[in-house]
């Protein structure tokens, strides 16, 4: 049995969407109509866009969770954690040495 081939919707469609049925007084239902899409799909582009998912809907409220700001904060968390390691290297060499000195 084949499987069934998905539709690949644009980012800009589903925010479309999504803003289309998050607006007072438009029903999901009006949306599945106007859109041709399952209300299925509306619910789960919704949640998709509350989650902000790597791989949909990049920007909200000028918040970027893009693939770029996801590495520059793995490269950050990374540094900080070199560095907490050197201070600690610091702080047990400064206590070896003030010990020596007595």
């Given at each position: 049995m084949a499987r069934k081939k998905t539709q690949a919707y644009t980012e800009e469609f589903r925010r479309e969407g999504v803003n289309r049925a998050s607006k007072?007084?438009?029903?999901?239902?009006?949306?599945?109509?106007?859109?041709?899409?399952?209300?299925?799909?509306?619910?789960?582009?919704?949640?998709?866009?509350?989650?902000?998912?790597?791989?949909?809907?990049?920007?909200?409220?000028?918040?970027?969770?893009?693939?770029?700001?996801s590495e520059e904060t793995r490269r950050l968390r990374r540094e900080n954690m070199k560095l907490k390691e050197e201070l600690e290297f610091l702080?047990?060499?400064?206590?070896?040495?003030?010990?020596?000195?007595?």
């Open positions: 007072e007084g438009i029903t999901t239902a009006q949306v599945v109509k106007e859109l041709g899409v399952s209300a299925q799909q509306i619910y789960n582009w919704c949640r998709q866009f509350t989650r902000l998912s790597d791989k949909q809907f990049n920007t909200v409220d000028g918040v970027d969770s893009s693939k770029q700001e702080k047990k060499a400064v206590a070896y040495f003030a010990n020596d000195q007595k």
